[in-house]
């Protein structure tokens, strides 16, 4: 069976704290990878170009994306991922505090499953993070290894 991770791309320690708290307090006990800029994230999924990336089944079952990234910014990110055959169907939730339409308009345009603004209140923000983690990680039926592997 394939184990169902999460992928975080977060600089802020104070948000990624946040996230993990949250997880755990919604008892999503999956396990949780965190990457701290968008370069890194790249290489996480994709490789690093010296090295090839892991196996389809390797891919966490979900990605929650900042936008404002160093190096590389969300938005980027989420062009990249949805530019390449192996991570192109891979969820990806945009989790940010941007409040700016044209964030929202542009995650949409760039393949975003969701754009979820993070509530300021830790309490409305567990909620958010466990409805997130009970949709994507329990209720949602990923396409196939095989069909992300082509």
């Known amino acids: 069976m394939i184990e169902r991770s999460i992928l975080l791309v977060e600089d802020n320690a104070k948000d990624e704290a946040l996230t993990l708290r949250a997880l755990k307090k919604s008892n999503i006990l999956n396990k949780v990878s965190v990457v701290r800029d968008g370069a890194e994230a790249l290489d996480y999924l994709l490789g690093n170009g010296s090295e090839p990336a892991g196996k389809p089944s390797e891919l966490p079952q979900l990605v929650l994306l900042d936008l404002k990234l160093p190096k590389v910014d969300g938005l980027e990110v989420l062009r990249r991922i949805r530019d390449n055959e192996r991570t192109r169907l ?21 393949g975003a499953n969701s754009y979820v603004r993070k509530p300021v209140d830790f309490n409305q923000f567990a909620i958010a993070v466990n409805q997130l983690g009970l949709y994507w990680l329990v209720l949602n039926e990923q396409p196939p290894p095989t069909a992300t592997a082509r």
């Open 90 to 110: 891979l969820p990806v939730v945009i989790l940010t505090t941007s409040t700016e339409e044209r964030d929202v308009l542009e995650g949409y345009r760039l």
